[in-house]
């Protein structure tokens, strides 16, 4: 296996049609031929025989050489799903739901069909289902029903050079699966009773791991030095341009590469890289204004934003086909890395920037969850790059300076030795795992492990002996993290699982809730004075979600009655006039509905998951706030301070000093005792999504989580 980093100053791709016609898109010579050309298909017989005679195979392969919509669709073809599913897992749910789609496109049969996918609070797939694309969380989740994944015949790992903790994980899981479904080292074949062999008994598992060009040797080492095999790409050739100086302000730095393609460049859409939400709206402002003041002549620019908090109708805009006349600006995070493929896209802006979650542990309790804003590495570095050379030759405008480039790490820190540990401790239990025990490529660090465990004791999930509890197992079940699955736990004896399934679901949900305009926060503030509850940003959002409830005139605000019952023509009529009613509300009272209807899709499938569990989702509290905030607390327990003299917060478990965000109802307010959702770090240590609770509450908190356990 030979291969290198390309150098920075060349196209990142050596092997690249220099000259000749580009080939034939896939609506003109029909999707089948496009398959055909594609450049893993003269590689198909020889990549399905090697998966057929190994267990394991690790497929490198350059982007854009069809290894994530070819090989499931290989497989499939050649017979492997007679025997089980074929589940392919990725790093992000917009890619699972997007090549979903695609590789149904290209089978031509209807998603959710033949070709289906699977991602938290959102499932598209039937019995029909023999393909499919999940996020590698979702598979991790299915250990719990099905500890050997015995659904599947084939599970293919993608991306999994991208080593997020849900990878690291299944392969852990993989690894032991193999042994038990394929028996190895316990002699091969499996003998019954009678001693005669029941082939037909044996289900072994074939598993495809699939990584950009980085990292496979040490893929195939942790699979017994399985065989590698490397697939060439087809990429065209991109012309990378370095700064030649620095910038400071990246931001302003995309704004003016932006225009100067747009000016000068022909034709082809734009992909800009930005680190996070924040600076993706600051700049399409931006964008959209100036090219207002563009003279007549230019084309149109249409900005996409892109990042995960989106809904996913909201991402699936951005494969939409640009207009004639237009040039469309995609803004998005790391989100667009990998695994995608946008249509039309033929530059790619790079800020060099990323924002990175790290969990510090404090070895006293209290550890949270940062998100920082970092310099990329050279692999994000070449798949940004990458993808202007997806349909064609592009060109890639780095924002830093080719020193810069040459002084990043080479990848990113597996996922495992930064972030927080409780859900995937707490899962692990209930499949009999402990971490500690379990296989992985690599081993995360004693404090984040202990800071965890701590985490799921004072949850009531363990009982002192590190034994799971039924509240744990309980907890476990219900696909939600670990304190808000014990919130929920707690509503049932409180008697309040409709309110706290209503905040529960807003807070599960991707995007804000509250939108923001600095130039109209009086007109804001007086709009949303309503609902705004004494107690803080929970029973605002209760308020919310009721005021928002009642704005559509009738009960519930699913179309879909998926869980109120079936609507006759009349309840439809009826139906469209309360959604207009209630996108008038909201929009009135800016309030993104869009957060609210993936609320309410979520609370679809909680109600599910608690009638699932035995518990009564209509449970209602009424008007009594005590039992609902005292249900969220149980699951924040260690999420609380208390107020100190100089009016800032201090941590109950863990020594940091926090003050209210700006963001947060409570902003302004001193109360003795807060509960908060979590920890963000920027200048300050800031709470968010903050509680005022009575003292007495909270000095029984620890108690009572451990009580009940
Ligand atoms: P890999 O996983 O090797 O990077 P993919 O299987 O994702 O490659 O994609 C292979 C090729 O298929 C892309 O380069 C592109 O030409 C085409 N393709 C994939 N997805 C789409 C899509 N949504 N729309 C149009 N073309 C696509
Ligand atoms: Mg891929």
């Known amino acids: ?21 580009p080939p034939p898109s896939p609506a003109k010579a029909g999707i089948q031929e496009h398959r055909k050309q594609l450049p893993i298909a003269k590689g198909k017989d020889a990549l399905v025989q090697e998966i057929r005679a190994n267990d394991v195979t690790v497929l490198l392969g350059e982007t854009g050489s069809g290894k994530t919509t070819q090989i499931p669709q290989y497989l499939l073809e050649a ?58 969380g979702m598979l991790t989740r299915e250990l719990l029903g099905d500890p050997l994944l015995s659904k599947y015949a084939v599970i293919i790992v993608d991306e999994a050079h991208e080593r997020t903790l ?10 032991r699966i193999l042994r038990e479904r394929n028996g190895k080292g316990e002699g091969k074949p499996q003998v019954n009773g009678k001693g005669k062999e029941r082939e037909k008994d044996r289900n072994p598992l074939k598993v495809v791991i699939m990584s950009a060009t980085l990292d496979a040797e040490k893929f195939s080492q942790f699979f017994s030095n399985a065989k590698i095999i490397y697939v060439k790409g087809r990429q065209h050739p991109v012309k990378i341009f370095h700064a030649a100086q620095g910038q400071t302000d990246y931001v302003d730095a995309a704004l003016r590469t932006f225009f100067q393609v747009h000016v000068d460049q022909p034709p082809g859409d734009v992909l800009i890289f930005l680190p996070g939400q924040e600076d993706i709206e600051s700049l399409e402002k931006s964008i959209q204004m100036f090219a207002r003041q563009l003279p007549p002549g230019h084309d149109e620019v249409l900005t996409v934003p892109m990042y995960a908090a989106l809904s996913g109708a909201q991402l699936h805009r951005t494969f939409a086909p640009t207009p004639r006349k237009t040039r469309k600006c995609i803004l998005a995070t ?57 349909e064609g030759p592009g060109f890639c405008y780095r924002l830093y300076t080719e020193d810069a480039f040459l002084g990043m790490a080479a990848s990113t820190e597996p996922e495992i030795l930064r972030c927080s540990l409780a859900q995937a401790m707490l899962q692990l239990l209930c499949i009999g795992q402990d971490i500690q025990d379990l296989d992985l490529m690599d081993m995360p660090d004693v404090d984040a492990i202990s800071s965890a465990l701590r985490t799921l004791f004072l949850l009531g999930a363990l009982d002192s002996q590190r034994e799971l509890t039924d509240l744990g197992r309980a907890m476990a079940a219900l696909p939600l993290e670990p304190t808000h699955a014990r919130a929920v736990l707690a509503s049932k004896d409180l008697n309040c699982t409709a309110e706290v399934l209503d905040i529960v679901s807003v807070l599960s949900a991707n995007g804000a809730l ?23 940003d929970h029973l605002t ?47 009135a009272h800016f309030i993104n509905e869009r957060t609210l209807r993936e609320a309410s899709s979520i609370r679809d499938q909680l109600r599910l ?64 005792a807060i509960i908060y959702d979590e920890l963000v770090y920027t200048n300050h240590i800031y709470a968010r999504g903050v509680s005022s609770i009575s003292k007495s509450y909270f000095n029984s908190l620890g108690a009572f989580n451990r009580r009940e356990a």
């Not at 849900?166 to 690894?175: C, I, P, Y």
């Not at 109209?520 to 949303?528: C, D």
């Not at 009529?573 to 009613?581: H, P």
């Not at 039992?627 to 100089?646: E, F, K, M, R, Y």
Request: glycine share 12%.
């Open 1 to 21: 296996l030979k291969h290198a980093p390309q150098a920075h100053s060349t196209p990142p791709r050596k092997k690249a049609r220099t000259s000749g016609p």
């Open 166 to 175: 849900r990878t690291d994980l299944l392969l852990a899981n993989l690894k």
């Open 514 to 536: 509250f939108l923001d305009a600095t130039d109209k926060r009086a007109e804001i503030a007086e709009a949303r004075r309503k609902f705004i509850h004494r107690s803080g």
């Open 609 to 672: 998951s608690c009638t699932r569990a035995g518990i009564d989702w209509r449970a209602s509290c009424g008007e009594q706030e005590d039992p609902v905030l005292l249900s969220l607390a149980h699951g924040l327990a260690q999420n609380t301070a208390l107020i100190a003299p100089d009016g800032s917060y201090k941590q109950v478990m863990g020594q940091s000093v926090v003050k209210i965000h700006p963001s947060s109802s409570m902003a302004d307010k001193k109360v003795p």
């Open 334 to 390: 790391n989100i667009a890395e990998t695994s995608i493929t946008i249509p039309g896209v033929r530059y790619v802006i790079d800020t060099g920037k990323v924002k990175e979650k790290r969990y510090l542990a404090g070895s006293t309790g209290g550890g949270f969850d940062t998100l920082l804003t970092r310099d990329i590495n050279k692999s994000n570095a070449m798949q940004r790059a990458g993808r202007a050379g997806r």
């Open 79 to 136: 017979g492997f799903a007679d025997a089980g599913m074929i589940g392919i897992t990725q790093p992000r749910k917009v890619a699972a739901t997007e090549l979903a789609a695609r590789v149904s496109v290209e089978q031509g049969t209807p998603l959710g069909g033949l070709i289906g996918y699977g991602i938290r609070f959102d499932e598209k797939s039937s019995a029909a289902t023999r393909v499919k694309y999940m996020t590698d």
């Open 541 to 587: 959002i209760l308020n919310t979600v009721r005021a928002y409830r009642a704005a559509g005139g009738a009960d519930g605000e699913n179309a879909s009655g998926h869980v109120n019952g079936h609507g006759d023509g009349e309840e439809e009529k009826e139906e469209k006039v309360g959604r207009s009613a209630r996108k008038e509300w909201a929009r």
